[in-house]
């Protein structure tokens, strides 16, 4: 079973950026999955934030985060990247990624039921 790490995570004042990553191990063929990051604030439910498809030459973005949040992946490193600029307190949340369960989906998921391992999340607090 793979092993997804979240950090960069923190407490940032509102117009700041963060630059998450999430490390993953334990999965032979990282490249030809689907990744994705998910937010959960206080008391909801969790939310797709982004998606990347399996090379990287496809995206998708929650209409809360388009233009200010940027998915990106390294396949060498086994690592996904959300860099977060012009934050928002709105934005206060759990942040996790997550591997789809398809291999090589073609489109990119956007449900939680579409996604199988998942990080144990990172906090990020936007103070106004």
């Known amino acids: 079973q793979a092993q997804l790490v979240e950090s960069g995570g923190g407490l940032v004042q509102a117009g700041g950026s963060l630059r998450l990553s999430c490390a993953v191990s334990g999965l032979t063929f990282f490249s030809s999955y689907n990744m994705g990051w998910f937010r959960q604030g206080p008391g909801k439910e969790r939310i797709f934030v982004a998606a990347?498809?399996?090379?990287?030459?496809?995206?998708d973005y929650a209409d809360s985060v388009k233009g200010r949040f940027t998915i990106s992946r390294d396949n060498a490193k086994k690592t996904v990247y959300l860099q977060m600029n012009s934050l928002k307190p709105e934005d206060t949340a759990v942040y996790y990624c997550a591997r789809d369960r398809v291999l090589s989906r073609p489109v990119v998921a956007v449900t939680t039921l579409s996604y199988a391992d998942w990080g144990q999340g990172t906090q990020v607090t936007v103070s106004s």
């Open positions: 990347i498809n399996w090379n990287g030459g496809s995206t």
